[in-house]
């Protein structure tokens, strides 16, 4: 140290210094801090120690240190203290958050739940159908408004039977027992007596609304639409489409009908022209056979007168069927010209009785066939031309003959009905077969093997000419009955029943 600081240097450095002690013997070393620094005054240079004892100078910085190691562990253990809080505060504070994000996502979902519930309420109140919910008891816990309306306000806490149709028990076919029996959607048609006592139809679609936990439905959804309206517009088309279908079956007998007619009219027409043909020919033919069938016929005659001169059974005979033959033949003629020209009748008050008798007794005999008459009494004269109508009965009577081949019994009578007079001519030959009854008046129809069928058709023609009427009724193998009904009935008109 003192070579250092002959040099000029400054420094420091820790000495021991012996040091007699008051109250000991022997000298204690003293620890001492001894600093130097030179200082140049005028040309020389001198060195400045200062020796202060050590404990003098580290007893304060000892006791400094103590109190900044305390201050530390003060401010350590604030700072310990602080960090614990700190991080207690900060979990508080995450705690605070979750909880506040948890109560945010409630409020959120609460406002969604109320969003929803809203709009829930808004569809349920614009829905017009009835809606009720029943629990498996069938009381009914909910219902919206509609329901309420019906039904009446009290409508909840009832059973739904006793409700809706004031039964004592569950109804058979209920859509909401079915319901939850299965856990399916049913529907069912249901008429039912609402509060203002008008009885509706509705129709009910239950579903299951909530379920148990082992899967049993616990709350059913009922919905019942009123199609009251539907039903009667249901019936109406059906009333509708079973007319339109009877219209339509009508439409088609009718097309059929007439189609038929228009077929028989066309024939008829075809029939008619050829008839007309017929008819110029036979009137010529008829005109020009007739001449020669007279002087046949009075030849017959005369033969007849002088019949008893020959002696020759013969010959006699031959000249009866000369005279038969010749009769047909006439009447065949007559026919034909009757049929081509119907001439106007001369009418004049006849009585009918008489004209029957009068036509009798210039018909042709008939043989094994007998003949009874009952007229009435009460019959009043009739306005017609005594000769068409006698040759219409005429035709009747020879045609009853020919159908009892066999023989039989010819009745003739005569009766007033509903102020019309009746000439009816019933016989017991083979009948007319159902088939032919429509068309034995027409022209040139016949089942005989003689003749050509022109006898009905022109007693027909004849006969309506008159005013009158020829109704016919015939059973196969028990013979017919022909009615000539002048007055009472449409003229012209042909009808099979009697």
Request: some cysteine.
């Amino acid at each position: 140290m003192a070579e250092e600081r002959s040099k000029g240097k400054e420094g420091s450095a820790i000495v021991y210094c012996p040091m007699k002690a008051k109250k000991e013997s022997a000298n204690k070393l003293i620890k001492r801090i001894t600093s130097y620094s030179p200082i140049r005054i005028g040309n020389r240079t001198w060195s400045i120690t200062v020796n202060i004892p050590y404990s003098e100078l580290t007893g304060p910085l000892h006791k400094h240190a103590r109190n900044t190691f305390g201050l530390a562990g003060i401010v350590i253990l604030l700072f310990g203290a602080g960090g614990v809080a700190f991080f207690r505060v900060q979990k508080k504070k995450a705690e605070l958050e979750t909880e506040a994000k948890y109560l945010k996502q409630l409020v959120s979902g609460a406002m969604a739940l109320k969003k929803s519930e809203e709009k829930l309420a808004g569809i349920v109140s614009s829905v017009t159908d009835h809606m009720s919910m029943v629990d498996e008891k069938f009381n009914i816990v909910w219902t919206n408004d509609v329901a309420k309306g019906l039904f009446g306000p009290d409508i909840v806490g009832k059973k739904c039977y006793a409700a809706y149709k004031g039964r004592n028990k569950a109804c058979e076919s209920c859509a909401a027992k079915s319901c939850f029996e299965d856990g399916k959607t049913h529907h069912h048609e249901v008429k039912i007596v609402r509060a203002d006592g008008n009885q509706k139809i509705y129709w009910c679609t239950a579903s299951v609304a909530a379920w148990h936990e082992d899967g049993r439905p616990r709350m059913v959804v009922e919905f019942l639409r009123d199609i009251t309206d539907r039903e009667q517009r249901e019936e109406q088309l059906r009333q509708y489409t079973a007319a339109l279908e009877e219209a339509r079956s009508n439409l088609e007998q009718k097309v059929e009908e007439r189609t038929r007619e228009l077929k028989e009219t066309q024939k008829a027409l075809v029939r008619n022209e050829r008839l007309a043909a017929l008819g110029q020919l036979a009137g010529s033919v008829g005109h020009e056979l007739r001449n020669p069938l007279g002087i046949i016929k009075n030849a017959g005659y005369f033969l007849n007168m002088k019949i008893d001169t020959f002696k020759n059974d013969a010959v006699k005979e031959n000249i009866d069927i000369i005279n038969k033959e010749t009769n047909i033949a006439a009447k065949i003629i007559s026919d034909l010209l009757d049929f081509a020209r119907i001439k106007e009748p001369e009418r004049r008050e006849v009585d009918i009785n008489q004209l029957i008798t009068d036509t009798l007794s210039r018909s042709l005999k008939m043989e094994r066939i007998t003949v009874t008459k009952n007229f009435a009494d009460n019959i009043p004269p009739v306005s017609i031309d005594p000769l068409q109508v006698s040759q219409v009965f005429l035709n009747l009577i020879e045609n009853a003959g020919q159908a009892m081949e066999k023989g039989g019994t010819l009745k003739i009578s005569t009766r007033v009905i509903d102020g019309a007079t009746e000439a009816v001519f019933a016989d017991e030959g083979r009948g007319i077969p159902k088939n032919d009854l429509d068309k034995i008046f027409e022209p040139l129809f016949t089942t005989k093997t003689r003749g050509i069928g022109l006898g009905l058709s022109v007693s027909k023609s004849l006969a309506k000419a008159n005013g009158a009427n020829i109704l016919v009724e015939s059973e196969e193998g028990k013979g017919s009955r022909f009615v000539v009904r002048f007055g009472g009935e449409e003229v012209g008109k042909v009808d099979r029943e009697i």
